[in-house]
């Protein structure tokens, strides 16, 4: 995740659920990274894609993209300047118009669209992800975090159990990660921010999940996904109220699978 843009003193972040800032940050990181998109740049992204423009090149006038959008030729030709400024599109201008196609931002914006859409639409209940990775060693820090209070406490009330500090770190195949993608959307377990000693912690939610593993029967974990990480989003973080690598006999590198309740 980017870095906020205005900094705040006497912070502390973590791997697990890092500082949230106040919400004109938030607004102001939006504004400058178009983190937020405009319905209108969404619109044209998309007819970019059904144009062609999501798998390979497209060669495209401006006037041609404003009958596509239903704009005048300025507000098209402005309209594809800004999708490139914003890191949706690759562009090259060529004498008699130019060629475009979606960056993998773009692609991910609109994947994202797609699954807030199908969580309207298509959501039901008791619904199981499965996602697959490779356990790793994570950065070490969530061994602290797990145990604060203002977690633990949610943990507890929210999960049903008081999580063995730390988490399981698993590193995710690519289909795996667009599978964690969809949990962006899911509304899960609201897990709060909180303050302790001048310092401020970030919220994020859970969802509980299975092991796939004939010993880990019976033994209750869940997914966390902090609202700010350090980590990529091919690293998924799991807890238990057990030390799962030693209850489940698992080292670096061992292939672990989860089902996910959404």
């Not at 995710?172 to 609201?190: F, H, M, W, Y």
């Not at 912690?201 to 880990?216: D, L, Q, R, S």
Request: proline letters at 4%.
């Amino acid at each position: 995740m980017p870095e906020s843009v205005l900094r705040c003193t006497k912070t502390k972040t973590s791997n697990l659920f890092m500082y949230h800032p106040p919400i004109y940050e938030i607004h102001l990181k939006n504004d400058m990274k178009g983190d937020k998109m405009s319905g209108e740049i969404i619109f044209s992204l998309r007819k970019l894609a059904l144009l062609g423009a999501l798998t390979q090149p497209i060669k495209l006038s401006s006037g041609h993209f404003a009958e596509a959008i239903k704009s005048s030729v300025q507000t098209a030709a402005r309209r594809l300047q800004e999708l490139e400024r914003e890191g949706l599109v690759h562009r090259r201008i060529i004498a008699d118009g130019q060629w475009v196609m979606l960056t993998t931002k773009g692609i991910e914006q609109l994947k994202k669209e797609c699954y807030e859409y199908q969580e309207l639409f298509f959501a039901t209940t008791n619904v199981e992800l499965e996602i697959a990775g490779r356990l790793i060693t994570g950065l070490g820090e969530g061994k602290y975090y797990t145990t604060l209070e203002g977690y633990r406490k949610q943990f507890e009330a929210k999960l049903g159990f008081i999580p063995f500090p730390g988490t399981l770190n698993l590193s995710l195949d690519s289909q795996s990660v667009a599978a964690r993608k969809k949990l962006d959307v899911r509304k899960g377990i609201k897990i709060e921010g909180f303050e302790s000693d001048k310092r401020t912690f970030g919220g994020g939610k859970c969802f509980p999940c299975k092991m796939v593993n004939k010993e880990a029967e019976g033994i209750k974990s869940a997914v966390v996904i902090p609202d700010r990480t350090h980590y990529p989003d091919d690293v998924l973080e799991i807890i238990s109220p057990v030390y799962l690598r030693g209850e489940l006999r698992l080292k670096d590198g061992d292939e672990v699978r989860t089902r996910v309740m959404i």
